[in-house]
């Protein structure tokens, strides 16, 4: 099992982004309200996938909310041969330590989020109805469960799709107009 470090060690070290690789395993969204200083965004479910973004010298820090999810990842890396820590506490005891944090002026819920909340809203609302209107009603939860199900299996979720067509879902660009410097805006 990898070795731990806990904040007041990792604080400590000079500047702790050059002496360890700092690697944050939460979602972008997670990561988004708030990092460590210095550390990089790897998703835990992409951590396999990215193993090369961790071919560096030093040793590895995996971060994540509270400690969990970074145990889990660095059981994934042991076999690679990688040198591990973990995060006592994630980012929780960082902050609860009074220590600063990184975090996007704008952020958003992930898709995989809006997808849950939606399809739990989804099931929640038809059982309703089905128990105080009509019966009928249940057949949009079971609608609702193979989608889930579709998604589970072929790794396309059309509610997901759907909702990334949504104005808040849409990417920023910066747009530059035809002179140079005259007409630069931000579009959201």
Same mark, same amino acid.
């Given at each position: 099992?990898? +070795?731990?470090?806990?904040?007041?060690?990792?604080?400590?070290?000079?500047? =702790?982004?050059?002496?360890?690789?700092? !690697?944050?395993?939460?979602? =972008?969204?997670?990561?988004?309200?708030? *990092? /460590? =200083?210095?550390?990089?965004? /790897?998703?835990?479910?992409?951590?396999?996938?990215?193993?090369?973004?961790?071919?560096?010298?030093?040793?590895?820090?995996? !971060?994540?909310?509270?400690?969990?999810? +970074?145990?889990?990842?660095?059981?994934?890396?042991? =076999?690679?041969?990688?040198?591990?820590?973990?995060?006592?506490?994630?980012?929780?005891?960082?902050?609860? +330590?009074?220590?600063?944090?990184?975090?996007?002026?704008?952020?958003?819920?992930?898709?995989?989020?809006?997808?849950?909340?939606?399809?739990?809203?989804? !099931?929640?609302?038809?059982?309703?109805?089905?128990?105080?209107?009509?019966?009928?009603? /249940?057949?949009?939860?079971?609608?609702?469960?193979?989608?889930?199900?579709?998604?589970?299996?072929?790794? /396309?979720?059309?509610?997901?799709?759907?909702?990334?067509?949504?104005?808040?879902?849409?990417?920023? *660009?910066?747009? !530059?107009?035809?002179?140079?410097? +005259?007409?630069?805006?931000?579009?959201?």
């Amino acid at each position: 099992m990898a +070795a731990s470090i806990n904040v007041s060690e990792l604080a400590d070290s000079k500047d =702790p982004s050059n002496r360890f690789h700092l !690697v944050d395993v939460r979602s =972008p969204s997670e990561f988004a309200t708030g *990092h /460590i =200083p210095g550390a990089v965004n /790897i998703p835990m479910d992409q951590i396999e996938a990215r193993i090369r973004d961790l071919d560096r010298d030093g040793p590895i820090v995996l !971060v994540c909310q509270s400690g969990k999810r +970074a145990r889990m990842v660095a059981g994934l890396l042991e =076999p690679c041969g990688k040198d591990l820590l973990m995060l006592e506490g994630g980012t929780s005891a960082w902050v609860k +330590a009074g220590h600063s944090t990184v975090a996007s002026l704008r952020t958003r819920w992930s898709l995989e989020r809006q997808t849950r909340l939606g399809a739990g809203l989804l !099931v929640l609302t038809s059982v309703t109805l089905a128990l105080t209107a009509s019966f009928t009603w /249940i057949y949009l939860a079971g609608f609702v469960g193979l989608g889930l199900t579709f998604a589970g299996l072929t790794d /396309i979720c059309p509610m997901a799709l759907l909702l990334g067509l949504l104005p808040w879902n849409r990417s920023s *660009h910066c747009a !530059v107009g035809p002179q140079e410097g +005259a007409g630069e805006k931000c579009i959201s």
